[in-house]
């Protein structure tokens, strides 16, 4: 009697589970902008747009330069990327710039014209100048950073992303994907 109560919570869960994963978006589909490798063609970090994925090769259309079109082998990729969009560099600026002022008000009271035994600096004096400078180097980096903006790929992993080619019992085909997590 017990498991019949624990047949329906399973299924329940197992249920709710896969609505889940269905609800996530595809991996990578016809159009996007992807970035492959594989050796064995001597492409490292193509670019270009997929135009077709069957069950044992891509077609890939490269960003620049020629064939118009690459047919490259599924089983040769050792890298797959999908593009997700750029990400600006303003937190890696602001941090550089933070250490550049922090080492320009280090340096500037380290002269001897500012700091001297006749005029000796106080620690409030470092540390107020230290967050001056690194404030301002924070704030100038954080705006250059905003400027220079880099790609953002995901990889897809090359043992989840499946592709199938089935006939079908009405004479058509059909192409299937399956992803496993």
């Keep these: 009697m017990r498991y019949l109560t624990i047949i329906p919570i399973a299924a329940l869960a197992v249920a709710s589970f896969t609505r889940v994963t269905a609800q996530q978006p595809p991996l990578v589909k016809v159009g996007d902008r992807v970035r492959v490798a594989?050796?064995?063609?001597g492409i490292r970090n193509q670019e270009g747009t997929l135009r077709l994925l069957d069950a044992d090769s891509l077609v890939l259309h490269p960003a620049y330069g020629e064939p118009l079109r690459l047919v490259i082998p599924l089983a040769s990729?050792?890298?797959?990327?999908?593009?997700?969009?750029?990400k600006s560099a303003a937190r890696l600026g602001a941090g550089i710039g933070f250490g550049v002022g922090t080492a320009w008000?280090?340096?500037?009271l380290s002269t001897p014209?500012?700091?001297n035994p006749e005029t000796p600096c106080s620690a409030g004096g470092w540390v107020g100048a230290i967050g001056l400078f690194?404030?301002?180097g924070a704030g100038l980096g954080g705006l250059v950073g905003l400027v220079f903006?880099?790609?953002?790929?995901?990889?897809?992993?090359?043992d989840r992303l499946r592709v199938s080619f089935a006939p079908q019992r009405d004479g058509r085909f059909a192409l299937g994907?399956?992803?496993?997590f």
């Design 38 to 41: 594989t050796p064995d063609m």
């Design 77 to 86: 990729l050792t890298r797959f990327e999908v593009h997700r969009g750029r």
């Design 105 to 108: 008000a280090i340096t500037l």
């Design 113 to 115: 014209s500012v700091c």
């Design 134 to 136: 690194g404030g301002i």
């Design 149 to 158: 903006r880099s790609n953002r790929w995901e990889e897809v992993s090359l």
């Design 177 to 180: 994907a399956s992803v496993s």
